[in-house]
């Protein structure tokens, strides 16, 4: 994996044909512009991706460049990082050193995870935020952090969703499985966080004339 990942970092153009969208869109976040725009009109172009992995890279511009290289390089560390948190993860309930090494290598092991890993897309973002989130969530009966752990937990779901809309299998996880230790709090905490993860879309759909929810809502709706 980290041989074919080097491959790649030396690799100067598109692997995956989205490659570029994402880095684009990281050089517009760059330039204080949006992406989500109307694509009819020049330079007729438009994101369909959340900003989060774009921001997380544009961190890296000022070691690579506005290059490939930065979003692979930022994927490919998550994806590691990723795999740590699963094993992490798994110690903590079970203990011991082959469950975890073997849970975290198995996530690596994944022919979808190898493929995208090293590659500028921010898939695997919205994965290692999931994790994160998850993490934090099951140790939120900890008697003595279990508040802080909560919150955590629901703000690296939040982050999960605007790194990709396909986080919102993980919310219904999350709060189903909230629900089942406590239906009243998990209730209001559904409630709050619709509230702050609304009033950020509103907001950006605002910034954005409503192209935010034309490339990123209505073009992604497809029967799955």
Same mark, same amino acid.
């Given at each position: ?63 690579? *460049? ?79 952090? *279990? ?78």
């Amino acid at each position: 994996y980290i041989t074919y990942a080097v491959d790649l970092f030396r690799w100067p153009y598109d692997y995956d044909q989205g490659e570029s969208f994402e880095l684009y869109d990281a050089v517009l976040h760059s330039r204080g512009e949006w992406p989500y725009r109307d694509s009819s009109t020049f330079p007729f172009y438009a994101s369909n991706y959340p900003p989060v992995f774009h921001l997380l890279n544009v961190l890296l511009f000022p070691l690579f *460049g506005q290059t490939l290289l930065s979003g692979r390089v930022l994927s490919f560390t998550i994806t590691l990082l990723t795999a740590a948190m699963i094993g992490l993860t798994v110690h903590r309930r079970t203990g011991g050193a082959f469950l975890p090494a073997i849970t975290g290598l198995a996530y690596l092991a994944s022919p979808f995870v190898y493929h995208v890993g090293p590659l500028c897309r921010q898939h695997l973002t919205m994965v290692f935020l999931e994790v994160l989130c998850v993490y934090f969530i099951a140790a939120s009966a900890d008697p003595r952090h *279990g508040r802080r752990n909560l919150v955590l937990g629901l703000i690296f779901l939040f982050l999960a969703g605007y790194a990709k809309q396909l986080a919102v299998f993980t919310a219904a996880a999350v709060f189903f499985y909230l629900f089942l230790k406590k239906p009243a709090r998990a209730m209001v905490l559904a409630a709050l966080f619709g509230l702050a993860f609304g009033a950020v879309f509103l907001l950006i759909n605002w910034a954005t004339d409503g192209y935010w929810w034309i490339n990123t809502i209505s073009a992604n709706v497809n029967e799955f």
